[in-house]
């Protein structure tokens, strides 16, 4: 990975993070902002993406939400998926300082899997 000089804030000087944007306008892009929001420093880092991979992306972005809006909603619900969330929280207050709880990874599993299906479909549409 090659080096990229830092971007600064240009109202307060401090060193800006990178972000992902997940809006409707703008998903999977990245950009610089400075940690006080009240600043206003937004500045891109990547380019404008295509019209079909803004939709394939926020479709996507939408799935991992609904997808993680169950998993929370099981944990919540006492009949249904309450022992597999006792469990979890079981295990990830023992490993919290090194591992994931189980759901953690089922959800970074299903992640995984979109990840891997929409490299597959742009590596169908470039080819
Ligand atoms: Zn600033």
Same mark, same amino acid.
């Given at each position: 990975m090659d080096y990229e000089s830092a971007i600064y804030c240009r109202r307060c000087g401090r060193k800006a993070p990178r972000w992902i944007s997940w809006s =409707? +306008?703008?998903?999977g892009r990245r950009y610089y902002a400075c940690? =006080? +929001?009240?600043?206003?420093f937004v500045q891109w880092h990547d380019g404008p993406t295509s019209a079909f991979l803004r939709v394939l992306l926020g479709d996507l972005r939408d799935r991992v939400w609904m997808v993680e809006n169950e998993a929370a909603a099981m944990c919540k619900d006492q009949d249904a998926g309450a022992g597999v969330c006792v469990e979890a929280q079981k295990r990830n207050e023992q490993t919290s300082s090194t591992g994931y709880s189980l759901a953690r990874k089922g959800l970074m599993l299903v992640c995984a899997i979109v990840i891997f299906v929409s490299g597959l479909v742009l590596g169908m549409l470039l080819s």
């Amino acid at each position: 990975m090659d080096y990229e000089s830092a971007i600064y804030c240009r109202r307060c000087g401090r060193k800006a993070p990178r972000w992902i944007s997940w809006s =409707e +306008a703008n998903p999977g892009r990245r950009y610089y902002a400075c940690v =006080e +929001a009240q600043h206003g420093f937004v500045q891109w880092h990547d380019g404008p993406t295509s019209a079909f991979l803004r939709v394939l992306l926020g479709d996507l972005r939408d799935r991992v939400w609904m997808v993680e809006n169950e998993a929370a909603a099981m944990c919540k619900d006492q009949d249904a998926g309450a022992g597999v969330c006792v469990e979890a929280q079981k295990r990830n207050e023992q490993t919290s300082s090194t591992g994931y709880s189980l759901a953690r990874k089922g959800l970074m599993l299903v992640c995984a899997i979109v990840i891997f299906v929409s490299g597959l479909v742009l590596g169908m549409l470039l080819s």
